[in-house]
């Protein structure tokens, strides 16, 4: 007989034991994350946001360029047609709070043009992801403080499916890009979120250099199992993981409008090289 979840671990692996880590309240909570999709209209308390900035800030930054910036959007028309953008997710409505988070080298231009100097390491390909990186830091690090506040949080990815629009809806200067959306509210209990089971650590640890054995299909069948499990007590129903990841990969139809991000960033400034 095995017995039901109860430890965040134990929700994570959907295994029994949780006796491999170091346990506190930061890696429980850590732990414990799960995205939100259904939101209560109730306002956030007013110091949140700033909250919410500063562990943001608190994250390490790539040479501490501090290359990112995050746009707060509280406004619903806006909400609206940023949720319009995005695949129509209902959640970016809901959500009091949207927050599009910026890789954003145009601050740093606005300080070289105060010296008259044109940057040019920012049209790189690696500054691109430097910026990224920074927001994405950042992001995850008001994700980390939202929950400790008992919010709930979901990242919007399909705010690139029109890069374009969200550029103009947000009067973006060149050298930003927003790299994704992440809607905070507090989470409707009506509609209570689950932690999702993640593959096995045996398939995404490596040690000292990048090994595949023959016991890897076996490994990732097992976590189809679990993610299937998960799925059919959400209510859901859903194809295999491994299905799932290579639909989503196999060809640019699925990328929804981002196959053209590389045209909407040089004109942008940004990834040209
Ligand atoms: C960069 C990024 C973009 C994402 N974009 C979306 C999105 O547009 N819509 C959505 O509902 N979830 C989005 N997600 C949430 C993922 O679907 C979710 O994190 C994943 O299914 C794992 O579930 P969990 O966060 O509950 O553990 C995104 C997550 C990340 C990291």
């Known amino acids: 007989m095995t017995t039901a979840p109860d430890t965040p671990w134990q929700h994570r692996y959907r295994t029994p034991s949780d006796t491999a880590r170091a346990a506190n309240p930061v890696i429980d909570a850590l732990l414990d994350h799960r995205s939100v999709r259904r939101y209560l209209t109730t306002p956030l308390p007013e110091n949140t946001l700033a909250t919410l900035v500063a562990a943001a800030q608190s994250a390490s930054s790539s040479s501490n360029l501090q290359a990112w910036s995050v746009l707060a959007v509280q406004d619903p028309p806006r909400k609206a047609r940023l949720s319009a953008i995005a695949s129509d997710q209902e959640h970016i409505r809901q959500a009091p709070l949207f927050l ?15 010296r008259a100097i044109e940057l040019q390491a920012p049209a790189y390909l690696d500054s691109l992801l430097l910026g990224s ?14 929950e400790s506040l008992g919010l709930g949080t979901v990242y919007i990815g399909a705010l690139r499916n029109n890069v374009q629009a969200v550029i103009d809806e947000l009067q973006l200067p060149p ?8 809607c905070v ?10 932690i999702k089971p993640r593959l096995g650590q045996d398939v995404v640890l490596h040690h000292e250099t990048y090994q595949v054995d023959d016991a890897e299909p076996q490994r990732i069948a097992a976590y189809e199992q679990v993610a299937a499990d998960f799925s059919r007590e959400q209510g859901q129903v859903s194809g295999k993981w491994g299905e799932q990841v ?8 699925s990328l929804h409008g981002r196959e053209i991000l590389a045209e909407v960033l040089r004109k942008q400034g940004l990834g040209l090289y």
């Open 185 to 194: 509210g507090y989470p409707d209990p009506q509609a209570p979120a689950a």
């Open 175 to 182: 050298l930003v890009f927003p790299v994704f959306g992440l």
């Open 133 to 146: 990186i920074d927001a994405a830091l950042a992001a995850q690090n008001a994700v980390v403080a939202a």
């Open 246 to 253: 290579v639909q989503r990969l196999r060809d640019k139809g």
């Open 100 to 114: 599009v988070w910026l890789a954003d080298f145009s601050r740093a231009q606005r300080i070289a043009d105060t």
